[in-house]
């Protein structure tokens, strides 16, 4: 594949990963910020409706789901900005590797530090909104899912608006249409666990979800890598 | 905005692109390096398309912009490891060897944000040296460089381009290099 | 045959073209609209079930229909402009847009009027409906962010390729929307579907669907010259266009 370099596209892949953890874990204050934005959202709910337990798990799934999205939001909109604005995104561009294994690489990396971070947490989540803890594997396996798709479709939105002023807002405005699917099935999934049925439908569309994302998004997000650069 | 513009540029030649600002001396570099695509017109490498051979292309070239390009978070060696490391294997030695050429070698355990802007632009200049390549697409490397900087990024460019290299230098004042120099002045 | 296609890549021909077919589309809209309008709303006999709320149905489905329509063509148009880089298309795109969201609008406000008499409420979230909002948010965040850039050639291929990866999400989003809401089935669900559909019913219905297509063709036109050429103003063809015009008017 790669004629020209020395470097193995793996190889890539694996220093490009290891780049973006050097350096999230250069400011861990910016890499705890979206989990304490999960927590933060989460407790908005009980304190707006002032339910008890057993009422807050009804609503518990919902809740949960919501505030992995919103706070995946946040985070995705740094996975280019930072390299764009100081120029090492063009350093990138043309290191010979292909703009795919970086973005593949990115991508996976912030997935790393924010969505399989969220998952960790969630059953701290999960035990205040009243979840059941029968139900963790089934809600954090939908929330793996989920936020690997997530990262996915966030990664596209970033690539579009990595230029513009303000453009995390419509980073927002333009994936969470795309991600309400994810919602449904991810929110869904963990309902019909609560309530005791099976929620293996749900699952199995959530992976089809998260496997068709994963294989389309890195081209259509080097895509809009590509149309920014230029 | 860039119309006409024809160039060729063979191994033991340097072209320096000079021009008063806004006439796309920089638009013309970032064309060359396959960045930006023109809207008519072909830019081709070892006769082929750059656009068909563009793994084999990036491998040869190595590009320095206007910024030097460094994350700030890295240390100077990191962001040259980083960098080079996609390209060729290298190793912490060689990578100190080329910020010691370029006079920065107390920096390569500090973080780039620390470095002044002077000493930047040396750490760039090493991570150019250490990729090895054979085409240099440089613009306005002279920037924010004292005397002894610029004398010596123009050693640097003399022995790449003596020991067969090629190089597009973009800078707005004359180029004292003693090699094959072409010039390319571009105006409103 | 392939001369056909480059000639549908000019802009000058397009520009042309939508012209000329303007009043054609504005003409049969009106034809097919009115048959339609009449029929369905005075002379077709009222539903045993729905009484004469059915009739939304005559404004509902088109514009439903529509909307799906109008996005597809824009994501075909997108799409053929970002692979084969015919900037005519983004025009197409630009011009679909707005039309596609009015019509996505519209359904939710003729379904939110229908639900009134079937469910009580202005709003239930009834599968097509939720679908159709989605829908008009999908529309918003392309027309938002080709609107974004302050390049506008970079605005369009942005705004192409979301379009382009929304299409393909569109009928994701529906079968989500249907499967959540039998998940939560609530105790009265009155779909907006159509009662069983006699011949009296269904040929105003299909005459409505084809003055709906005929009118956005006919708008498309209209907008889609305005769109060819403020994208073209800098071209000779533009200006020597509106010299003509200059003189005309003189």
Redesign the interface.
Known sequence: MNVGSQVGSIEAFTLIVRRELCLSFRRPDQLLQPLVFFLIVTTLFPLGLSLQLSLLRDMAPGVLWVAALLSSLLSVDSLFKSDADDGTLEQLALCGQGLTVIVVAKTFAHWLVSGAALVLVSPVVGTALGIPTGVFPTMMLSLTLGTLTLSWLGAIGAGLTVGLKRGNVLLSLIVLPLAMPLLIFGAGATDRAISGSSAAGALYFLAALCVFTCTLAPFAATVALRITLE | MLKGVSLTLRPRQLLHISGPNGTGKTTLLRVVCGLLRPEQGLVSWLGQSISSVRAEYQAALAYASHEPALKGDLTALENLRFAVGLKRRVTAGELRASLEKTGVAGCADLPARVLSAGQRRRVALARILSMKASLWLLDEPFTNLDAAGTDLTGALLQSHVEGGGAALVVAHHDLKVDVDMRRLELGL | MWTWFYKLASPPYVYGAAAALVPWFLGAAALALGYGLIDGLAIAPPDYQQGDAFRMIYVHVPSALLSLTVYTVMAAASAVA?IWRIKVGHAVSAAAAPIGASFTLLALVTGSLWGRPMWGTYWAWDPRLTSEL?LL??Y??VM??RS??EDPE?GD??AA??A???V??VP??H???V??NS?HQGATIVKLGAPSMAGSMLWPLLSMWLGFMLFFAAVLCIRLQGEVLNRERQTKWVREAIMVRREVKS
């Open positions: 970002l989605i948010f999908l918003v965040g938002s962010l974004a850039f970079r291929r942005a390729l979301l382009t990866v929304g393909v999400n994701i989003v079968f989500s929307v499967w959540w998940l």
